[in-house]
């Protein structure tokens, strides 16, 4: 464990999806996560209300960074998520939705949830059982206790054990 800065997750798990969900008609997009390309970078910024600087998180090589997008739509970027490959687990970075995704007049509920499913996936592709682990913000940690199956490991560190895991990689991936 190095003595890298733990950025304190403090995403909301709005609804547990099999995909997004349009806030306004009801319907359900299938999603894809995707490598974040250079290219992305010029549309995840704080000037277009992202939160967090996704050019360092993309510019750290030990560190691998995806978009969400919807299928056939790949063009517009519904969240983003940094994760970090560890030896036996999956460390989330930094987990983000997109500007329009957040709020009381959020466009689409699921974006969090499918990340995170999708860390998880990553974790029993790694062999590592599903294991993921992230930093929460204190007033977040029952939050991510309810929704995620997460337990408070240390402090303010979550993890997501190889259950919880299953139940998330189950609602979102079919195969």
């Not at 995909?19 to 704080?46: A, H, M, P």
């Not at 063009?75 to 970090?84: R, V």
């Not at 949830?113 to 204190?138: E, P, R």
């Amino acid at each position: 464990m190095s003595n890298k800065l733990e950025i304190e997750q403090n995403f909301i798990i709005d609804k547990l999806t099999d995909s997004i969900l349009n806030t306004i008609s009801g319907d359900s997009f299938q999603t894809e996560v995707s490598r974040l390309t250079s290219v992305d970078l010029k549309t995840l910024l704080k000037k277009n209300g992202w939160n967090f600087d996704w050019k360092s998180e993309f510019a750290d090589m030990q560190k691998e960074v995806y978009k969400l997008t919807i299928v056939n739509n790949s063009n517009i970027i519904q969240g983003a998520l940094s994760i970090t490959i560890e030896q036996d687990h999956i460390y989330m970075n930094l987990l983000e939705s997109a500007p329009f995704n957040i709020g009381k007049n959020k466009l689409y509920e699921g974006v969090s949830g499918n990340l995170v499913a999708f860390a998880c996936k990553v974790s029993f592709q790694k062999g590592y059982d599903g294991y993921v682990a992230f930093t929460a913000k204190t007033n977040l940690i029952k939050h991510y206790e309810d929704t995620l199956g997460a337990f408070q490991f240390k402090n303010q560190r979550m993890i997501i054990d190889t259950e919880a895991s299953k139940k998330l990689v189950k609602k979102y991936f079919k195969s």
